[in-house]
């Protein structure tokens, strides 16, 4: 199976360009020739019924790679017809594997045996038994079983030796902790210990029957359990858990990530319960306890535990004194409850001030004790009525496998008790004939106790949830916060917050104080159609509100300031058909709120000859020189969302005509005279794509852009603009050969650049070379948070700079990374692999344990801010009215995402974060922070990024000339 896994069919799917998994993945089934020689015909009869009520449409290609599980277990079947009154073939359907019982007279001559191998699509293979010899048959069922069919009976001499063994049951730990002791063994313990009455209707409800705790005899319907009751479970032979644990046997990311306790469900594919982190065995044991003790339905049911499923009740617990870890948890366990998961997950923590506990582990069990609590990697494993004592650190991909040598002792035995097994893992401490002691170190499996995969090396935490100060509190998806900008105005730090429904508000941070809300754009939310989430992520690409904010000084005088805003819909929406629609505009208000001034962005007709009138998309400012006047102005510069097509010039522009690219027609980056009454510049005209960003820097006064294909919205180049000469090029990096993809921000910092790439998910370090006779772009390498886990995610990122510093954040976590500009280039963290986007599309938008740079950006950040979900104002959950067995009675409400930052701002000490809900909440920064900071009142004039779609927005090719 290796040979012809790793190489005829690893080359097949490799020149079929198929990479979808790339680890060695095959599960195999014993079966009869008969069965192989037949089943195809009848599961291709029922897999084209399905197909008919799943998708008529389906293509050919859709049907012949769509996955199907051929191995059927009659007993489910069984359990299965009785449950329900149609049988649905996919309850049948049970996938053998490595955990199937094989045993000697199931490899006769002529067997045959199917293998299902997945690299990707399924693979099916049958292999025929030719001959079966002892010895290779006593291999194979060593590889799937860890274990020999010449095990011998269980001696319990030695367990007699253990002082332990002896005590009365009212002083065995099965008489202090029964239930935990129950279920580490395998038996069914109920969920409730008051019995119920089935009540009329449909669907389960409060005074429903429970289907695995029913003890009432008299109950018609106790076959129509989904698992089991209490009068089946004492004679059901399936155990109630298939796998159980303890001790660190893994020490993953770091310290603190060192799981001590598993007991997984019988299908060994989720666990019941976890101990995330290492915790002292008198505390597990009671905290365990409490979370399987019954509970009373009528009363202590809160989680709605009677909906689900026996196996998709996962219990997490903690530690009493470990407050961290219980909010993480506690904080991951919201988010997918709320998303109905499948599996119900609760945590539970014991009250720091309880009472000493009258059972002491360390001196019933010393030798135990002392080995599960000396740091290094002692553990035993109960599975399938067999015990196994085990040193080392577990192998595998969940950390729970491992290597034969790592066994000190194998019990072949069905406990009565959780004290019996106890007295058998006391018993087993010997290594190599001698007695193992705690501390005794063993060069094979204690020569490295570090993490096995470790996480990056954070960075300085300047701000946790509870530093965090709420500004403004709502719970309104019209009231998202869209933009922000922060200033001063005499000598006290203002915030400017823009909003969805298209109202500006002004804020004093240093007292926390509104100052005034004016509605600076009509709102018309509920006329605007558009998607909030894409793939349960809030992600706001476009809003009929406020779309950016920029600060300048008014004038010379560094007293008043003036604010730019710009918005994403035409003049006069929605009284105003599209087609008489007018230009838009970027408008120009005091720091009252009042109308100074307004910049018409027009550009003349579209290709088809009818008026352009395109969307803004980005705004910047800086001095441009003018030839006719002899000297630098103050200037604004207008990104427009259109495309312009161009001549097709050299990379390095050595080739460049001005005066030949303005005959061309009018151009997608249109200038302003800053302090004029609106008047426009020549505009710039090049191939660059809708412009998605524009950033000032360099010590020479030059524009970078960034544009994107229309249509599909890749990334297609970024182009290195003269101010010197406006309108002049200077050179070009075409995209296509890079990775970057999904930019939703920019810092610049003189010569040095950094993208939010891949939704704000991770940062591109980029170095301009002004010097020498052409310019050049280079990419200088790639930094990954790490936040991103699913290849079809998109979500809402954002980045905001001050002097040399820029934070970014997105929508899926809370937390703030703050980066150093001009450092971030030189950062040996930095990931240097290049290419086109398609080779790296796995490797960027996936989550990858092997990937040693899959947090580098962390590494590379200076600091980060947790906020808290939705900046401390977390919406109301939302009521299911007919909850099912796997998804929860409470979900997360519509159009508020996960709870993110959707929107920041940064000067100097304060650090503000905007919600999907409207919320504000800021932090105060060190000190620090303050050097390097603008010195005027201005804030984002430096850098502007949208993320209007390409596809799905009006975007016009503008007329060619030519």
């Not at 065995?281 to 009373?296: C, R, T």
């Not at 960034?706 to 406006?726: D, K, M, N, Q, R």
Request: proline fraction near 4%; hydrophobic fraction near 30%.
């Amino acid at each position: 199976m290796t040979s012809i896994c790793e190489n005829a069919i690893k080359i097949r799917r490799e020149c079929n360009h198929d990479y979808g998994i790339t680890q060695h993945l095959w599960k195999m089934e014993i079966m009869s020739e008969k069965n192989a020689t037949h089943c195809d015909d009848d599961d291709d009869d029922d897999d084209d019924d399905d197909d008919e009520d799943m998708d008529e449409d389906m293509d050919e290609e859709e049907r012949r790679n769509k996955r199907r599980i051929l191995v059927k277990c009659p007993d489910a079947f069984e359990r299965t017809k009785k449950r329900y009154d149609e049988f649905d073939d996919d309850y049948a359907k049970v996938l053998a594997s490595s955990d199937t019982k094989l045993s000697l007279n199931l490899l006769p001559k002529d067997t045959i045996i199917e293998v299902t191998y997945d690299y990707g699509d399924s693979t099916i293979i049958y292999l025929k038994v030719l001959h079966a010899k002892q010895k290779e048959v006593q291999k194979l069922l060593e590889y799937f079983n860890m274990e020999a069919d010449t095990l011998v009976d269980v001696d319990k001499e030695e367990w007699k030796q253990v002082p332990a063994y002896s005590l009365p049951k009212e002083q065995q730990v099965d008489y202090y902790f029964p239930n935990f002791s129950k279920i580490f063994l395998g038996h069914y313990v109920p969920l409730f210990n008051k019995k119920r009455t089935r009540t009329s209707g449909g669907g389960r409800k409060d005074g429903d029957k429970q289907d695995m705790n029913d003890d009432d005899d008299n109950d018609d319907d106790d076959d129509d359990d989904d698992g089991y009751d209490d009068k089946e479970a004492n004679s059901n032979t399936q155990k109630a858990s298939g796998a159980a644990s303890m001790g660190k046997f893994a020490c993953i990311r770091h310290e603190k990530d060192t799981p001590f306790c598993f007991i997984e469900n019988n299908c060994l594919d989720s666990d019941l319960l976890n101990c995330p982190t290492v915790m002292d065995i008198n505390e597990l044991l009671q905290v365990a306890e409490h979370a399987w003790s019954p509970k009373n339905y009528h009363k202590d049911d809160p989680d709605h535990l009677d909906y689900y499923r026996y196996s998709c009740i996962m219990r997490f617990i903690c530690a009493a004194n470990n407050t961290e870890g219980y909010e993480k948890i506690k904080e991951m366990i919201a988010k997918e409850n709320s998303m109905g998961c499948g599996a119900k997950m609760l945590v539970f923590q014991l009250d720091k001030t309880r009472k000493k506990h009258p059972f002491d582990f360390e001196k019933v069990f010393p030798k135990t004790h002392a080995m599960l609590s000396n740091g290094k990697f002692r553990w035993f494993l109960y599975k399938k009525d067999i015990l196994r004592v085990l040193v080392g650190r577990g192998a595998g991909y969940s950390h729970r496998d491992y290597e034969r040598r790592q066994v000190l002792k194998t019990w072949k035995y069905k406990f009565e008790s959780f004290h019996e097994l106890l007295c058998a893992v006391e018993a087993s401490w010997v290594y190599k004939g001698k007695e193992l002691k705690a501390d005794d170190v063993l060069v094979d499996f204690d020569a490295d106790l570090e993490p096995s995969q470790p996480g990056p090396k954070e960075p300085t935490c300047y701000g946790n949830k509870d530093d965090c100060v709420q500004i403004s509190a709502s719970d309104k998806p019209e009231k998202a916060v869209t933009a922000l900008a922060i200033t001063e105005e005499d000598g006290k730090s203002i915030l400017y917050s823009g909003h969805h429904d298209g109202t500006l508000c002004k804020y004093c941070l240093d007292d926390n104080q509104h100052l005034w809300t004016k509605q600076m754009y009509p709102n018309v939310v509920n006329d605007f159609t558009e998607s909030h989430e894409m793939w349960g992520h809030f992600h706001l690409d476009k809003t009929p509100g406020v779309a950016g904010i920029v600060i300048r000084p008014n004038g010379k005088s560094q007293k008043t300031h003036l604010i730019y805003t710009w918005t994403h819909i035409y003049p006069g929406f929605p009284d105003v058909e599209f087609k008489d629609r007018e230009p838009s505009r970027v408008k120009c208000w005091n720091s009252d709120g009042f109308l100074k001034r307004e910049y018409i962005c027009d550009v003349g007709d579209d290709e088809e000859g009818n008026r352009a009138h395109p969307t803004i998309s980005t705004v910047v400012f800086c001095e441009l020189y003018r030839e006719d006047l002899e000297r630098w102005v103050d200037s604004m510069i207008v990104g427009l969302h259109c495309v312009a097509t161009s001549i097709d010039w050299k990379n390095n522009y050595s080739d460049f005509d001005l005066e030949t690219a303005q005959e061309c027609g009018e151009g997608n980056i249109l200038p302003f005279f800053e302090h004029s009454r609106g008047e426009p510049m020549e505009t710039w005209r090049e191939d660059i794509g809708l412009v998605r960003a524009l950033a000032v820097c360099g010590r020479k006064k030059t524009v970078l852009s960034y544009g994107v294909h229309l249509g599909h919205g890749f990334p297609l180049a970024i182009v290195l603009w003269s101010c010197e000469e406006p309108g002049v090029p200077l050179c070009r990096f075409n995209c296509e050969q890079c990775r970057i993809n999904g930019v939703a921000g920019l810092s610049v910092h003189n010569s040095d650049v950094i993208l939010a790439d891949c939704y704000a998910d991770r940062i591109v370090a980029i170095s301009v070379e002004e010097y020498g006779l052409y310019p050049k772009i280079n990419v200088e390498g790639y930094g990954k948070i790490g936040n991103r886990y699913y290849i079809d995610e998109g979500f809402h990122g954002r980045m905001a700079m001050s002097g040399p510093f820029a934070a970014m954040a997105n929508e899926m976590q809370p937390t703030v990374w703050i980066f150093e500009t001009a450092k971030c280039a030189s950062n040996s963290a930095l990931d240097h692999k290049d290419g086109k986007m398609r080779a790296f599309y796995m490797k960027d938008t996936s989550y990858d344990e092997n990937d040693r740079h899959r947090f580098s950006g962390r590494e590379i950040a200076i600091g980060s801010v947790r906020f808290p979900e939705f900046g401390g104002n977390p919406p109301s959950m939302k009521k299911d009215e007919n909850p099912s067995c796997m998804i929860g009675s409470e979900s997360k409400p519509d159009d508020f995402g996960d709870g993110g930052v959707i929107a920041l701002a940064i000067r100097g000490k304060w650090l503000v974060a905007g919600f999907s809900n409207g919320t504000l909440s800021r932090v105060e920064l060190p000190k620090d922070f303050e050097i390097g900071m603008e010195t005027d009142l201005s804030c984002n004039h430096q850098a502007s990024c949208s993320s209007l779609p390409s596809d799905m927005w009006y975007a016009p090719i503008l007329d060619f000339e030519m």
